[in-house]
């Protein structure tokens, strides 16, 4: 059974730097072909794709935030975790954010999502 | 890059069919393969509803389908019913960016 789950602030500061970990289950990431997303979702709007690593370490961004973003895999863990740090949030990065499972050309099962609240 | 049209709002009657399209435009869609649609109902994780054009991940109703023609996408819900009443994404992978974008979303209703 493949899960996700996301953790970290609720709550970060404009223009600090919020960092999200995916902790997850029933796959591994050294699995080729696989890859872990995050996707945010602002109140009321539209998914957006943020970014993608592949099992072989390859990395994806989207074009808009790609100055902001990084996504890494975390090793040190007992449990296999992927980790989002985006850089200088503003109130306009409210959103939920989603860990989610890639397998080939689609998003197969998502995390319950973690609502980050930026605010002074 | 690409971009993913939808229709803002859908709606039909319970036992009806309707169609959401999803037109793809853009520099780097390639040969659109990798569509895939999800469903989301209020507060809760999108759920993938069909994968490349049309194909169902296991549990899914036979009443969701998926189709393409050219550049347009489209999901087709048969015998509509109250608990497809939800907000539905398209999304399109491109393996040559290796980058997924979402469309903006339609809000399914059901009468």
């Known amino acids: 059974q493949i899960t996700l789950k996301e953790s970290g602030p609720t709550v970060v500061k404009p223009t600090q730097t919020l960092t999200l970990t995916c902790s997850f289950s029933?796959?591994?990431?050294?699995?080729?072909?696989?890859?872990v997303a995050w996707v945010r979702q602002p109140p009321g709007k539209a998914l957006e794709w943020l970014a993608l690593?592949?099992?072989?370490?390859?990395?994806?961004?989207s074009p808009c935030l790609e100055s902001r973003l990084t996504i890494t895999r975390d090793t040190s863990t007992p449990t296999d975790q992927v980790v989002l740090t985006m850089t200088d949030m503003d109130p306009v990065d409210t959103a939920t954010y989603y860990c989610?499972?890639?397998?080939?050309?689609?998003?197969?099962?998502w995390g319950q999502g973690i609502l980050v609240t930026v605010s002074s | 890059q690409s971009a993913l049209t939808q229709p803002a709002s859908v709606s039909g009657s319970p036992g009806q069919s309707i169609t959401i399209s999803c037109t793809a435009t853009?520099?780097?869609?390639?040969?659109?393969?990798?569509v895939s649609w999800y469903q989301q109902h209020p507060g809760k994780a999108p759920k993938l509803m069909i994968y490349?054009?049309?194909n169902r991940p296991s549990g899914i109703s036979d009443r969701f389908s998926g189709s393409k023609s050219g550049n347009t996408a489209s999901l087709t819900i048969s015998g509509l019913q109250a608990e497809d009443e939800a907000d539905y994404y398209c999304?399109?992978?491109?393996?040559?960016?290796?980058?997924?974008?979402f469309g903006m979303g339609t809000k399914v209703t059901v009468l």
């Open positions: 490349e054009v049309s």
């Open positions: 690593l592949y099992w072989n370490g390859d990395r994806r961004y």
């Open positions: 999304s399109s992978y491109t393996s040559i960016s290796r980058r997924f974008v």
């Open positions: 989610v499972y890639r397998k080939l050309g689609a998003l197969d099962y």
């Open positions: 029933g796959f591994s990431l050294s699995t080729t072909g696989l890859g």
């Open positions: 853009g520099s780097d869609i390639g040969d659109y393969k990798y």
